[in-house]
């Protein structure tokens, strides 16, 4: 793989990124309609085998190394297209070094415990990559829209205050700093749709007979709540993209250029890894060279 194509996707990466400190309002700043210089579909689908093929060969180092893990965050409004971006971007790698996790509703048991809990529960092991198609931050994104599920958590009085989001984006940068420190490397990625192009998204699930199962009358009713989830967003961009645990704002109207975009990120992020296949010792070359004569001795 050459060094172009690994240039091209970080540099992509990073115009892509929110710098720590940055005061994110949505929508202003961000196109959700933006290809990154791609005019054409095709012209981004080298770009994308690219991608893939080098994916590929950092998750077989990173798994051979066991050293680090890599916490892929996906969060995005209903038919932003979280899940083909998974299908498609990590199409090359061998499934037994990926791990995707989706969170729905809480259950009574996850209720009872702290916000981050059954986030924590299905972290990824070292040589793995996990990615959470919705994570631990439904916690201040649906549940602030909706604040009554707050009230089903099983809070103390003193946990419910005006500030409990101000606590909760603090308690998840540190929970993330701790992940990082401890090595598990956390990027985290916006899939950015237009409310247009959602539009669209939806009638085309009602349209299409082979897509009538996607179409949930719970996605109309989150519509109406477009401008509070993009005040939410805001907030939560704002204060916990870090430079431990940064976020990545990816356009998504387009899903070909969003599907470059998300892996262009998980590329950066495992190159910034670096993980090496081990080196062998003197010892462990010499074991490999008896074990090479006792083979050939074995032939028949």
Do not use: C
């Not at 495992?270 to 074990?291: K, M, Q, S, W």
């Amino acid at each position: 793989m050459s060094d172009e194509h690994l240039g091209h996707l970080r540099h992509l990466a990073r115009s892509l990124r929110v710098e720590p400190g940055t005061r994110v309002r949505l929508p202003h700043g961000f196109d959700p309609g933006h290809t990154g210089g791609y005019v054409r579909e095709a012209d981004a689908a080298g770009a994308l085998a690219a991608g893939v093929r080098l994916l590929s060969s950092y998750q077989a180092r990173l798994a051979a190394q066991d050293s680090y893990g890599l916490l892929v965050v996906l969060q995005a409004l209903d038919a932003a297209g979280k899940d083909g971006a998974v299908q498609h971007v990590m199409s090359g790698v061998n499934p037994q070094g990926v791990w995707v996790r989706s969170f729905k509703v809480p259950s009574a048991d996850e209720l009872n415990h702290d916000f981050l809990w059954r986030y924590t529960r299905d972290l990824p092991p070292r040589g793995v990559i996990g990615i959470y198609n919705r994570s631990h931050y439904e916690e201040v994104l649906v549940v602030r829209v909706h604040p009554e599920n707050l009230e089903r958590q099983h809070l103390p009085e003193s946990a419910r205050g005006k500030d409990v989001w101000e606590r909760r984006l603090r308690g998840i940068n540190d929970w993330e700093r701790h992940l990082v420190e401890n090595g598990i490397q956390v990027v985290k990625i916006f899939l950015n749709l237009s409310p247009e192009e959602q539009r669209r998204r939806l009638l085309a699930r009602i349209d299409d007979p082979d897509k009538n199962w996607k179409f949930s009358a719970a996605d109309l009713a989150e519509r109406g709540h477009w401008h509070d989830y993009q005040r939410a967003y805001s907030d939560a961009l704002t204060h916990t993209s870090t430079e431990a645990a940064p976020w990545h704002v990816v356009p998504a109207d387009h899903k070909w250029f969003a599907r470059v975009a998300v892996a262009a990120v998980i590329i950066d992020a495992l190159a910034a890894i670096d993980p090496r296949f081990p080196e062998l010792g003197p010892d462990e070359h010499a074991a490999l060279e008896t074990a090479r004569a006792q083979l050939i001795a074995m032939k028949e």
